[in-house]
């Protein structure tokens, strides 16, 4: 689970202070063994095996449609992210400008998301299954065959 | 971890403010999307990847982020900007006149050999049209530009105009290559005026079979 500080309003505003220490329990290296496309438009937004790690924790996410009339973000609880450093290791996204000190991933086709998070710290690029659909085996392998 | 593409393009969309730049690669910012959260924050940029005559190619495409209205686009901006697409407005006279002006905005804080590239994008409806397709056909040629018009509500060649840009780009970039074996005369430089050569590949009309 997140970490147990008390700052409830975003566990994405924590810092992840130190990278040796405290994100071990986390953070596993492992890479993603499907390639992920986006929900709305089937789009590829990362292949598989091109990212480095896993984070293996709870962080909010804004929702992607918003109540109006709402003076704060909404946001959910997203648990699990594939992480990798190189933004160019993704074949589709978009980065956000910075809101409140945060910069999201959407997809680079439709720009629905968001589907992960930039850390600010570490500038860990995050992409979360859960916002994404995985590209079926048979369509996978016609991907490869038309790299 | 090994590179899994062979070239990386970076690439600019200039115009002035309203000109639907943002719209070319921000299809979902019209107001139908307005209760999202993405199209209230904004987009920075988008990483592409496209594939030509077998190469994968990525592109980072930058907006000026309405920068434009102060006129402090300069060298930080272009910055190793390999390709420019710029954007008028077709229902907009002005946005038409003023391609010029970044244009020269352009020569003087941009590489020398940046690939350019002219749109007019249709941002509302042709009943509406200020500036005929004839007279940006003309601009490029002056230019020695291509040349495509747009529609990214309806998102009509706007494929095509990244595709063309990253193409030449790609060419150039073999060229260059190629020059080593002291084969190709010319320069490879964008040519500022001199119109001829570039005539030729005008609307050559390739289908991007390849998306």
Redesign the interface.
């Known amino acids: 689970m997140s970490s147990s500080t008390n700052s409830q309003p975003s566990a994405l505003m924590q810092p992840s202070k130190s990278p040796t220490e405290s994100r071990s329990s986390v953070v596993k290296v492992e890479t993603n063994e499907s390639t992920y496309i986006c929900k709305i438009c089937q789009t590829v937004v990362i292949l598989k095996n091109m990212t480095t790690e896993y984070l293996d924790e709870e962080r909010d996410l804004p929702l992607p449609r918003q109540k109006k009339g709402i003076d704060h973000t909404q946001t959910e609880p997203i648990r699990g992210f594939f992480g990798v450093k190189d933004m160019f290791a993704f074949e589709n996204v978009g980065f956000t400008r910075s809101s409140e000190g945060k910069r999201y991933l959407v997809c680079g086709e439709c720009e629905q998301g968001p589907v992960g998070f930039v850390d600010p710290v570490t500038e860990m690029n995050y992409v979360s299954p859960e916002r994404l659909d995985v590209l079926p085996d048979v369509a996978a392998a016609a991907v490869e065959a038309g790299k | 971890?090994a590179k899994?593409?062979d070239y990386?393009f970076k690439l600019l969309l200039i115009g002035d403010s309203g000109v639907g730049k943002t719209c070319v690669l921000?299809?979902?910012s019209d107001d139908s999307f307005n209760?999202?959260?993405?199209?209230?924050?904004?987009?920075?940029?988008?990483?592409?990847?496209i594939?030509l005559d077998g190469k994968?190619i990525?592109l980072?495409i930058w907006d000026t982020?309405g920068q434009e209205r102060f006129r402090t686009i300069t060298t930080a901006y272009y910055r190793g900007a390999m390709g420019i697409i710029l954007v008028y407005d077709i229902t907009n006279e002005r946005s038409f006149e003023n391609i010029k002006n970044w244009i020269r905005n352009i020569e003087e804080h941009a590489a020398s050999d940046v690939e350019r590239m002219i749109i007019g994008n249709k941002c509302d409806i042709e009943e509406r049209r200020e500036v005929s397709r004839d007279r940006g056909e003309q601009l490029a040629i002056e230019y020695g530009t291509k040349f495509l018009e747009t529609s990214a509500k309806a998102n009509l060649n706007i494929d095509e105009a990244f595709f063309t840009l990253a193409r030449d780009i790609k060419s150039k970039m073999e060229q260059n290559e190629m020059r080593a074996g002291g084969s190709v005369s010319n320069t490879g430089r964008v040519n500022v005026g001199g119109s001829g050569t570039q005539k030729k590949s005008f609307f050559s009309n390739w289908s991007c079979n390849l998306l």
Request: hydrophobic fraction near 40%.
């Open positions: 971890m899994t593409y990386l921000f299809r979902f209760n999202s959260f993405i199209s209230t924050i904004g987009i920075d940029f988008k990483i592409r990847t594939e994968k990525k980072q982020a």
